[in-house]
């Protein structure tokens, strides 16, 4: 399926996700940090912090979590099932970060609001983080380019599209490393942090294998939903 073919069912399932997650959770994220913060609820609600150490805790904390997140997404089963959805995309660009399986969207979001609520990050850091976490997806999944020195200085502190381009490489050695979506810290601290692919990145292909070695493909809407219902295209 050409590029331009595709955009319409990666932004098509977003639209739907989102429309899942608001008819679960109409406040958001936000709403849950609200509502924690005025009832006290999470230890930044109930520890006083210097002026910006919360933000800066509050960032780092659901950044780590994120990572955490996606890391058991590969590791269980029933995860991966869904997980898949984002990896079987054979043709990365800025909408496969949009190309999430709507039960993997609404158990993150549930994921992240507990992380909210236990720790009592602020409405506005959360607001903020979201925003990030966002616009970083779109970018490391671009097809931007970017000058190897450029790429080497950023990778100091943010994921950028090459780096995230080895995570969905076809080879498993491949795709259980950087799992990062913003900062780069918890690959390099976890040693899942993996510098270039094998074949490098021409030779490099994306997408995801089938257990007897046929690539799986799944493009349009429908075929997105269906796809963890499929056992012969889901055993990792």
């Not at 912090?49 to 994120?66: E, N, P, Q, R, T």
């Not at 991966?80 to 969207?105: C, K, N, Y």
């Not at 950028?160 to 080879?171: A, G, L």
Request: aromatic share 10%; charged share 15%.
């Amino acid at each position: 399926m050409q590029r331009m073919q595709r955009w319409p069912h990666h932004i098509g399932l977003a639209v739907f996700n989102a429309l899942c997650m608001y008819l679960l959770l109409p406040a958001g994220l936000v709403g849950i940090a609200m509502w924690a913060e005025k009832n006290g609820i999470g230890v930044f609600n109930r520890v006083d912090l210097a002026k910006g150490l919360d933000i800066g805790f509050g960032i780092l904390l659901l950044d780590l979590s994120m990572y955490m997140q996606h890391v058991l997404s590969h590791r269980i089963p029933v995860l991966w099932r869904l997980h898949q959805v984002h990896h079987a995309d054979q043709d990365l660009d800025v909408t496969s970060g949009l190309r999430f399986h709507p039960i993997e969207a609404i158990l993150s979001l549930a994921y992240k609001a507990i992380i909210v609520c236990l720790f009592g990050i602020s409405p506005e850091v959360t607001l903020g983080f979201e925003i990030l976490l966002n616009a970083n997806a779109l970018f490391n999944h671009s097809n931007v380019y970017l000058p190897g020195w450029l790429d080497r200085c950023l990778r100091l502190f943010l994921v950028t599209p090459d780096m995230h381009r080895i995570h969905h490489s076809i080879d498993q050695r491949e795709y259980s490393h950087n799992y990062g979506f913003q900062l780069t810290w918890w690959d390099r601290l976890f040693a899942t942090y993996q510098q270039s692919p094998k074949l490098g990145h021409i030779e490099m292909k994306v997408g995801l294998q089938s257990p007897n070695g046929q690539m799986v493909v799944a493009n349009t809407w429908l075929d997105l939903i269906k796809l963890p219902v499929y056992k012969k295209n889901n055993e990792s």
